[in-house]
């Protein structure tokens, strides 16, 4: 036996047995990857379902927030709807220009001549106008600018769109309109008036009325002449199918 033999011989039988240590520790390894593996696929397949998750509910929020609005918007006009002898759209607006581009063609009257009536021209048992449109009388309000009434207007049953009304005693002096309907220029303010400003012109929708008495609608519109207005005043209505005047003797 050689000295090199009998050193190794004499080592391996103090030494700690490591048969099989190496074999141990790489299996450990890979099992520590294998598991490592396991967990990232589990991770990613719980990641991917996640955003998923996460994309469908932004898609139903976005849903929900344009379907929610149409609703809003539809129960808005279900329950509020255009205001009562009013309609704002664009197409209403530019039927009332067209309507204003009429010329007004009324009668005129010298000061102490007979002012020429054409009251009571109609079976409805109405003061004025021959229809579509009708006006009745109104006791006289006076304030210091002038007298004001508050003419009740009735539309037949079928009429609809804008109907736009203007006026004169016949003698130069415009019929002004104040309140909700008063439209075109201002002419005059009177400050004892719930809405100062005067306008030259009145406007509805016939399609929204107040109100409708015996299906017709129905519209109260404030309206006055100034104190030095004679007592004979003229009215034209225009809408987008017909023209209509007549005279009052106040």
């Not at 890979?30 to 696929?41: D, N, Q, V």
């Not at 006791?139 to 002038?146: F, L, N, R, T």
């Not at 130069?172 to 719930?194: K, L, M, R, S, W």
Request: glycine share 12%.
């Amino acid at each position: 036996m050689s000295l090199r033999r009998d050193i190794h011989s004499s080592f391996d039988s103090v030494a700690p047995a490591t048969a099989g240590i190496s074999d141990r520790v790489i299996q450990t390894v890979l099992a520590e990857g294998a598991g490592r593996r396991r967990k990232e696929r589990i991770m990613f397949r719980m990641r991917a379902p996640l955003s998923l998750v996460a994309i469908l509910v932004l898609i139903v929020m976005v849903v929900a927030v344009l379907v929610g609005g149409k609703l809003v918007h539809d129960w808005n006009a279900t329950h509020n709807g255009t205001p009562a002898g009013h309609s704002t759209g664009t197409t209403f607006q530019e039927q009332v220009a067209l309507l204003e581009q009429r010329a007004v063609r009324l009668p005129t009257v010298r000061a102490g001549s007979a002012c020429p009536d054409t009251g009571n021209n109609n079976s409805l048992g109405l003061a004025y106008g021959a229809g579509p449109v009708y006006a009745d009388g109104s006791i006289g309000q006076p304030s210091a600018w002038g007298n004001f009434f508050d003419i009740p207007w009735y539309t037949d049953a079928h009429l609809t769109g804008p109907v736009l009304i203007r006026g004169t005693d016949l003698q130069g002096h415009t019929v002004v309109f104040t309140g909700t309907g008063a439209y075109g220029p201002v002419v005059a303010n009177d400050p004892a008036q719930v809405s100062p400003a005067l306008r030259s012109e009145f406007v509805f929708d016939a399609g929204y009325p107040k109100q409708r008495v015996n299906g017709r609608g129905f519209f109260v519109v404030r309206q006055g002449l100034p104190k030095a207005a004679g007592g004979c005043a003229g009215f034209q209505i225009d809408g987008p199918t017909f023209t209509e005047t007549f005279t009052a003797a106040g």
